[in-house]
């Protein structure tokens, strides 16, 4: 039978065979459940941490080291997790994850069956910028915890020494956690999560349309659609 091939189908790209022979209904396990308890903790964890905020801070303060342990574990288990929740199974260089960013804007990326290299980008992202959120959080928490950085005061005196006068080491400028240049790196920190989160929702809607399917939904079974010739798993 002679293949007529559509012209464009940048909407959806099922990369030339929409349901190859035996592949189709069939499901493969991606997500391992310590990934997936992983992801919706951190979700959870991470939301907790935002609305609580200036409000509840024994609260807050838990939900923040909540996020840290979360990214110790997540740290351990890329390392010696299963084959897709390892960070050498997904992360990429720079010349790969450019062209397939490039790819994306000409609607023809591929299909990962694992995250694909605009995801693991973001995936760092997020993981950084959690950190910080959550270290300079630990610090601020506690004046003393400052002081035992013994680094990060003498760089970071110059630049806000003129605030409130003298920084001393008696911590007496640091009193009820009023270190300013801390919070306001606290505070951008944790708006640049919150960017971070919006974008990578974004890409999981994009991706999800683009592959025909529900990516989040994934996320929660731990199962993705059996690779279509010309995917990469
Ligand atoms: C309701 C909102 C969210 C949805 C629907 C969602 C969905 C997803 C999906 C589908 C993936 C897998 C991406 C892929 O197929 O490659 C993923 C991965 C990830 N997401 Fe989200 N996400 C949400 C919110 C968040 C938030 C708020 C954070 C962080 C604060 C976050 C952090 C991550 C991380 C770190 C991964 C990598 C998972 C791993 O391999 O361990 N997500 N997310
Ligand atoms: C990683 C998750 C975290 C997020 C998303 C987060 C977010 C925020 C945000 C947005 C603020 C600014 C509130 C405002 O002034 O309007 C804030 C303040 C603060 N956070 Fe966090 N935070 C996190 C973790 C932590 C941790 C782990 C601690 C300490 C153990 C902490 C301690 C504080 C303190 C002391 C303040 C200052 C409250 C005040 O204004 O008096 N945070 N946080």
């Given amino acids: ?130 950190s910080g959120t959550a270290f300079t959080g630990w610090l601020m928490a506690e004046p003393a915890r400052l002081a035992m950085l013994p680094e990060l005061p003498q760089i970071a005196t110059p630049a806000f020494a003129d605030e409130d006068g003298e920084y001393g080491e008696s911590g007496e400028g640091a009193e009820g956690g009023g270190n300013e240049a801390l919070e306001e790196a606290h505070e951008v920190l944790a708006n640049l999560v919150l960017l971070l989160v919006a974008l990578h929702v974004g890409g999981v809607v994009l991706a999800s349309f683009r592959h025909r399917e529900n990516l989040a939904r994934a996320m929660l079974t731990g199962d993705k659609r059996a690779p279509d010739p010309g995917d990469i798993a």
């Fill in 1 to 130: 039978m002679k293949m007529v091939k559509v012209a464009n189908m940048t909407d959806a790209t099922f990369h030339d065979e929409p349901h190859p022979g035996g592949s189709a209904g069939g499901k493969v396990r991606v997500w391992d459940p310590l990934v997936r308890i992983f992801h919706w903790g951190l979700v959870a964890a991470f939301a907790t941490a935002w609305l609580t905020a200036d409000e509840l801070q024994p609260v807050h303060e838990i939900a923040g080291y909540t996020v840290a342990g979360l990214i110790a574990f997540r740290l351990i288990w890329g390392v010696v997790g299963g084959r897709y929740a390892r960070f050498t199974q997904f992360l990429r260089g720079p010349g790969p994850t450019l062209s397939y960013l490039g790819d994306m804007l000409r609607g023809k990326e591929r299909r990962y069956l694992g995250h694909n290299p605009a995801g693991a980008l973001m995936i760092v992202a997020l993981l950084i910028s959690l």
